[in-house]
């Protein structure tokens, strides 16, 4: 793997490799910038006779209110720090098994920024919201900053979320970020080290959410591509 320099890092991606030092964070560890998996099982989230990029190709009824309705679970409290902006577009579809996991997806992103950003330390919301390959990723990547001696600061913007139910306790949600704000903090001198905007600073995800005993959304497998037409401005 690259060795770990300071550079652009994006807010909460961690599969895909963007063509800076710092970014080689990536857990997949690849080269190009292509197409990678958190995991490629045979229930991967593009599994779907490749309709998945698409969205919006679910037929399956959506679940009554009640049958989406969140447990009572305790959930953990997600704080960011003050140089750090998380924007999520689209939380509301009317449709409440949809909303839920738009929803559950996006602290999962904040979760993994408040676990770098050491607001959350112990990455307690990081287990609470993650699952399986997507778990592993995810502390991996954590695990990547901390090695680094990197944090996170700036903005990022997601946006164009589409949710496909695929069964009451499965989804997949596809959608776009823009990282084109946001940037890797040196921890012991604050130094912010900013890279120009590119077709690179925007990233397609592609995510599958299972439903767990307790009602809560955990994202279980992550995919990712950087520079993808579908989500250049």
Known sequence: MTSLKPSLAPLGADCDPPPT???????????????SACG??????TKDNDKIAGADTGTEKSASPSESAPAS?????????????????????????????LSDSAERMRAVDAA????????EAIAYYNTGKALE????????????????????????????????TSAILIFCADESKGFSKDKKTNEVHKTPVTKNSYVLYNTR??????GVW??????????AAQCQP
């Open 218 to 227: 955990q994202t279980s497998q992550i995919v990712s591509t950087r520079g």
């Open 73 to 101: 679970a305790d959930r953990p409290k997600i704080e960011l720090p003050s140089d750090l902006k998380l924007t999520f577009e689209g939380s509301e579809t009317g449709d409440p098994v949809k909303d839920a996991v």
């Open 40 to 45: 490629s099982d045979d229930d991967s989230p």
């Open 137 to 168: 990723a995810a502390l991996n990547w954590v695990a990547q900053f901390e090695k680094a001696g990197a944090t996170l600061t700036g903005e990022a913007r997601y946006y164009d979320r589409e949710v496909t139910l695929k069964r009451k």
């Open 116 to 123: 770098i950003t050491e607001t959350d330390p112990k990455g």
């Open 21 to 35: 030092l710092l970014a080689a964070l990536a857990l997949t560890a690849t080269a190009a910038l292509t197409l």
């Open 209 to 214: 959410l299972d439903k767990n005993s307790e």
